[in-house]
């Protein structure tokens, strides 16, 4: 009975160690799937960077500052935009185009205004006048129309991205990437 007990005991453990490990996998060889993933986060990041970088390289062809502003989910099904926009400028930071983050501006100027009392060494104080303004925002959205064709479930996104002069109001450049689904639609019974 003893060795029975041991025997099932090793057993369990070792099933439940061996069984449910994790992988990882590379997330540019993901596999397409019926909710928004790594594949369709991928294929867009590299088609709007490409994009973008051309524009500001050969048309642009001055600094650019760019702000990341509100980039939306108007899609039927949840997709954290955050994750896309912020492949999108590490990607292109490490191009040498540059980003403003306005969200630690406040805590700067404390900063400044804390050398200029002479409380802080000069040599290490931050200078006013050197915060740069964003020349351009970063927006767009995701969009989709989802319908049935026979008894797979088809859905159209597109993903539309722009950069929005702040000088201008004009739209300097716009890229759209475009996904088309299809699934089959699981029939349930009982």
Sequence with gaps: MKRISIIAITLFLGLSLGCGGTQYKDASEAKGS???GPREVK??????VG????FLKNEWNKPAFIQVKKFRNKTSEHIDTKMITDEIATSLIKKRIRFVDQSLTKDAIEEMEKGMTGL???DSAIPVGMLKSPNFYL???IRDNVRTV??????YLVV???LVSLKTGITEWQQQHQFLKSTSKTKISF
Excluded at 43 to 48: A, E, K, L, P
Excluded at 51 to 54: G, P, Q
Aim: no cysteine; hydrophobic share 25%; charged share 30%.
């Design 34 to 36: 019926r909710e928004w």
């Design 43 to 48: 294929m867009t990041v590299n088609s709007m």
């Design 120 to 122: 802080v060494d000069p």
């Design 150 to 155: 026979g008894n797979k479930r088809e859905q």
């Design 160 to 162: 539309t991205m722009k």
């Design 51 to 54: 994009s973008m970088y051309k």
């Design 139 to 141: 927006t767009g959205d």
